[in-house]
């Protein structure tokens, strides 16, 4: 829990503390309600306003801490870093700051864990870390995720958080929404169950490839869901487009998703959906 | 040239567009509408024929040859039931055992408010997944532009074509120059930064090979374009079906570039 709130210092949505008043208990206003709550309880209630409900963007560490069982979780396919494959203006030093404000080496983490006692494997991108947005070593990691839990006969929860292609690795970031669709269909011909828990903001090329590809396809609340941004279509249509448009309640109607289901309850949903797949012979 | 100016080619609108080569390539063609789901949309154009003496499915992202077909057509940029109706084809050609040859040329995937209620991203993914799967050999051509997500739909081969001025890119230059420089008119720069060309697609190992392009003699060039597809063929089906599979994800699984260690 101290992470939780450790990550929430560094949140934009925090105003800074004049730091001189250690006794008084930090509080922050919800960007949604307005209302005030003291930090602890937000971070308490998963990052989720106790009174609006409003979700507020979390990293990929302290999702890791709101969704697995405690200290489950062990972090696989590391080492992997990002080059500069077309020397890209300004990516190195992009790259640099994305590792410092994260804290993270990329855009996504992944692991084994358990979520209420089911094993499964899962992958969580980082909003932090350059938007999520997917190159070379987000859909390598990604792919040998898939290619992990296939050979161990594990299940695969992703979460998805992403602005979509990383453009600084111009075609090879495009050529990953292939390769990772291609690792999703080697996971499913072999029987296993994929579950993806779309977040605030998913959204280009992640949605056109492995977002859009679960067994189930879950959200969270109001997050912003889509492939073209509603900002480019406005422009090219020259329209004003609804409130409501490409949030999940929206996908939801469509239907391009399963249900919506809040943070708070998601640890129960998953353990349903995990117990319904289990398969003949599990050793649990 | 830079690689703007072949952009520049690439969208010239006296490029021959995909009609063209279905046109010259393909015998007793048989042209096939629409998704089963909910409209025929004519940005995607697709149809059985043959090739030589092989029966074959053909499926092109087309442009539109005059105004009133560029409108009838989107402008080449397919809704999410020209995705489904290219699917659609490809698993009838599955099911009868032909091969499968896509043409690609398009700025993108439609981008607008009923794309998106219809699943625009869902519709490319799902044609991602199954192209990997298909069990049938595919080829891809791209004719002139590949733009974005929505040429890629068409281009889960298992070999892939650029033709000499042809591009693909992640996003158009133009959109990133506005991204990098707030400025659309930076996209010479940005089409540079971006490596979009025939070469680099060749360089990356996105494109097995350039087709020279020859437009004053179009004939001649279909001709040659004729033989590769069917060498490609003659060697492609020497594989089982699963194979076929096996072989493509192999092909793009070994696309990126990264650090290990």
Wanted: proline share 4%.
């Amino acid at each position: 829990m101290n992470n939780i709130v450790g990550m929430f210092r560094k949140s934009k949505n925090v105003p800074e503390s004049g730091g001189i008043t250690p006794v008084v208990e930090e509080k922050i206003r919800c960007p949604i309600c307005k209302s005030i709550d003291t930090k602890r309880s937000v971070a308490k209630n998963k990052m989720v306003c106790p009174s609006c409900g409003h979700h507020y963007r979390i990293n990929a560490r302290t999702r890791i801490k709101a969704i697995c069982d405690k200290d489950s979780f062990r972090e696989v396919i590391t080492g992997l870093d990002s080059t500069d494959p077309l020397h890209f203006p300004g990516y190195e030093q992009k790259m640099q700051k994305a590792k410092l404000a994260s804290g993270q080496q990329e855009g996504v983490v992944c692991g084994t864990a358990t979520i209420r006692h089911q094993p499964c494997a899962v992958f969580i991108m980082d909003p932090q870390f350059m938007m999520g947005s997917m190159g070379s070593v987000v859909g390598e990691k990604i792919t040998r995720l898939f290619e992990y839990a296939a050979e161990r006969e594990l299940p695969v929860i992703g979460f998805t958080a992403s602005g979509g292609a990383r453009m600084q690795e111009g075609i090879l970031s495009l050529m990953q929404m292939a390769k990772t669709s291609g690792a999703v269909q080697y996971h499913s011909d072999r029987g296993g169950l994929y579950v993806t828990v779309l977040t605030d903001p998913t959204t280009g090329g992640v949605t056109a490839s492995f977002a859009m590809l679960g067994d189930i396809i879950l959200s969270e609340p109001n997050a912003v869901i889509g492939f073209a941004g509603r900002r480019v279509i406005e422009q090219t249509t020259k329209k004003k487009l609804p409130d409501d448009f490409q949030k999940a309640e929206f996908l939801l109607d469509c239907g391009f998703v399963d249900a919506i289901v809040p943070r708070t309850e998601l640890r129960a949903e998953l353990e349903k959906i995990l117990k319904l797949h289990q398969r003949k012979g599990d050793v649990k | 040239m830079t690689a703007y100016e072949r952009l520049q080619a690439a969208r010239d609108q006296n490029r021959p567009t995909s009609r063209a080569y279905i046109e010259h390539l393909f015998t007793d063609r048989l042209e096939l509408h629409g998704d089963r789901k909910f409209a025929d949309d004519q940005a995607i154009i697709g149809g059985i024929g043959y090739l030589g003496e092989m029966p074959v499915t053909f499926i092109g992202i087309e442009r539109g040859r005059d105004l009133q077909e560029r409108i009838s057509c989107n402008f080449g940029c397919p809704m999410p039931e020209g995705y489904r109706k290219a699917l659609r084809l490809m698993k009838q050609a599955e099911k009868f055992s032909r091969p499968v040859i896509c043409f690609v040329d398009t700025s993108g995937a439609f981008c607008g408010e009923e794309a998106e209620e219809r699943g625009q991203g869902q519709a490319i993914a799902d044609n991602l997944l199954e192209m990997m799967r298909l069990k049938t050999p595919i080829i891809t051509i791209v004719i002139g532009e590949g733009g974005s997500g929505g040429a890629l739909a068409l281009s889960v081969a298992n070999k892939l074509y650029m033709l000499e001025n042809s591009v693909f890119s992640v996003i158009s230059p133009e959109g990133c120059a506005s991204i990098l420089w707030e400025d659309a008119k930076e996209a010479p720069a940005a089409a540079e930064c971006l490596h979009i060309t025939a070469e680099d697609m060749k360089r990356f190992g996105v494109a097995e090979d350039i087709l020279a392009e020859d437009f004053d003699h179009f004939e001649q060039m279909c001709a040659g374009m004729k033989e590769t597809l069917l060498a490609d063929l003659a060697e492609l089906e020497t594989y089982s079906g699963e194979d076929l599979s096996k072989i493509r994800y192999a092909r793009f699984r070994k696309l990126g570039v990264y650090q290990e260690g």
